[in-house]
């Protein structure tokens, strides 16, 4: 074996435990069989807390069990953006550039960092899923997590959602560039459920603030096939409540 070979073969093993190692901590899991959400925590020791954690989402959330507040001291600022539309192979999620897609929580700056959607609902509202969900993904600058879910019910065509939903990329295939105005995705009523959760995904970390609303809004029939088409279910289950506080404002954005 020349020198050559020799460093070619040392190359070539190294970038195939390379991939293997990839494989498994981002890319092996799914939401059926010997790779879904019951395995999570057996694909990657980062996966643990889909296992162990006790403020896992979702969850079954009980609008009457909630403590009512005045205000949360919330602020959206959202606002018509270049983004980039990709099929990541467990979602279509929204990239966007985290240029002033901001929510402020008691002061505290979180940017949009992208938003995706899952069918059926993850979370459940006083024992009823829905037909979709969407999770806009917001970040601070220490890495601190608030998501906002928003329940998707079959009805009119969502305009906002239209050219999107018109060009789904498929597996594999490039991102598409598309426009969008977050704050066109929200409900008209900002009544919501907040709750200390968790990733819906590997590897489920937790302390996420969530805010879900209780309003849903519209998609149509032919809106949710088009997603389902690519992807017929990636919801996690619910997961235990464990004595967690769930509290409800009016408005809360
Ligand atoms: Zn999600």
């Avoid at 403590?67 to 966007?96: C, F, P, Q, W």
């Avoid at 489920?204 to 809004?217: A, S």
Wanted: hydrophobic share 35%; net charge negative; proline share 6%.
């Amino acid at each position: 074996m020349t020198k050559f070979t020799r460093l070619a073969l040392v190359a070539a093993i190294s970038a195939s435990f390379g991939t293997a190692a990839f494989a498994l901590e981002h890319g092996s899991w799914s939401y059926g069989g010997n790779t879904g959400p019951h395995e999570w925590s057996q694909l990657s020791e980062k996966n643990k807390l889909c296992q162990s954690g006790l403020q896992q989402s979702p969850v079954s959330l009980k609008s009457k069990k909630a403590k009512k507040v005045k205000a949360t001291d919330i602020k959206l600022e959202y606002r018509d953006s270049a983004a980039k539309m990709v099929n990541n192979g467990h979602t279509i999620e929204v990239d966007l550039p985290g240029d002033g897609n901001d929510i402020k929580i008691k002061g505290d700056s979180y940017e949009l960092a992208q938003f995706h959607f899952h069918t059926p609902s993850e979370h459940e509202l006083d024992g009823k899923h829905f037909p979709m969900e969407l999770h806009m993904v917001n970040k601070d600058h220490d890495g601190n997590i608030a998501v906002i879910g928003v329940f998707i019910r079959e009805g009119k065509e969502n305009k906002a959602l239209a050219s999107l939903f018109s060009k789904l990329p498929g597996k594999g295939a490039d991102g598409v560039a598309v426009r969008i105005n977050p704050a066109d995705l929200l409900p008209a009523d900002h009544k919501g459920l907040f709750y200390t959760g968790s990733l819906t995904t590997p590897p489920c970390t937790e302390n996420v603030h969530w805010l879900v609303l209780e309003e849903p809004i519209e998609m149509s029939a032919e809106q949710i096939q088009a997603f389902r088409k690519e992807f017929p279910d990636n919801h996690r289950p619910v997961q235990p409540f464990n004595g967690r506080k769930t509290v409800e404002e009016d408005n809360a954005l």
